[in-house]
């Protein structure tokens, strides 16, 4: 008895007994089947075009200059690139005054939902992908700002565009999981969710037939589940 005729591990086979497994042979050749429907790239519309290059040709293959225009539609190859990015800075300029009666040097503040912000929406959503959607480090999407899209930016500034974006996403967020937990049947699972520095958080996620709404923990146990389900059992019961 050995490895191959019973439930004995390899370990225990003899030197020399058991020899290699042959490799299994592929039953179907690599690409798509003969006379398959072809899948060619799609062309980008019109409106994305910046430049055109004509080609006409005047020689034939056959070295004949004879040659005539058809009504056929002519054949079209796109190069796709994406210019240099340059970011746009509007910029508030607020002039200083003296008061000619009591001297004091005063002037105009900025508008309330201007002050102590230095970044437009444009920045905080590729930080929203880069950060939470692609859940890449702090680190390298501070480079991605800094050396794509040339946007200066410190870890600091980073996790303030972080903090603005969960106050904007906080009211949408609490809605979707108000309308899960109201449902008749829900469906919760959960999963481990590395952060860095070997710390592992946990992925929850609680969602019904319409909707779902995820949330980190930093435990797996029955406090973490009551968290996720909130008034979900009660209202059931």
């Not at 179907?28 to 430049?51: C, T, Y």
């Not at 603005?164 to 959960?190: C, F, G, K, M, S």
Request: include cysteine; charged fraction near 25%; charge should be positive.
């Amino acid at each position: 008895m050995n490895s191959r005729n019973s439930s004995k591990p390899p370990s225990s086979d003899p030197p020399g007994m058991v020899t290699a497994l042959p490799r299994k042979l592929r039953r179907n050749k690599r690409g798509a089947w003969n006379g398959h429907q072809p899948h060619l790239r799609e062309l980008m519309p019109e409106k994305f075009i910046k430049d055109r290059i004509p080609l006409k040709t005047e020689v034939c293959t056959c070295g004949s200059t004879n040659i005539e225009k058809t009504q056929q539609e002519p054949l079209r190859h796109q190069i796709v690139d994406i210019p240099p990015i340059e970011p746009q800075v509007t910029e508030y300029v607020q002039y200083v005054f003296r008061c000619k009666d009591c001297g004091e040097l005063i002037h105009k503040p900025l508008p309330d939902d201007v002050k102590r912000k230095y970044f437009g929406p444009g920045v905080l959503a590729i930080v929203a992908v880069l950060t939470g959607m692609l859940n890449i480090s702090k680190r390298k999407a501070l480079a991605m700002m800094n050396q794509v899209f040339s946007i200066p930016m410190s870890l600091g500034g980073l996790s303030n565009c972080e903090a603005q974006l969960t106050l904007a996403l906080e009211q949408p967020y609490n809605e979707v999981a108000q309308h899960v937990r109201e449902q008749q049947v829900a469906h919760a699972d959960e999963t481990g969710w590395p952060r860095g520095n070997r710390q592992k958080d946990w992925l929850w996620t609680l969602c019904c037939s319409t909707a779902g709404f995820f949330m980190v923990q930093a435990h797996r146990g029955q406090d973490a589940a009551q968290k996720l389900l909130g008034t979900f059992v009660e209202e059931s019961e």
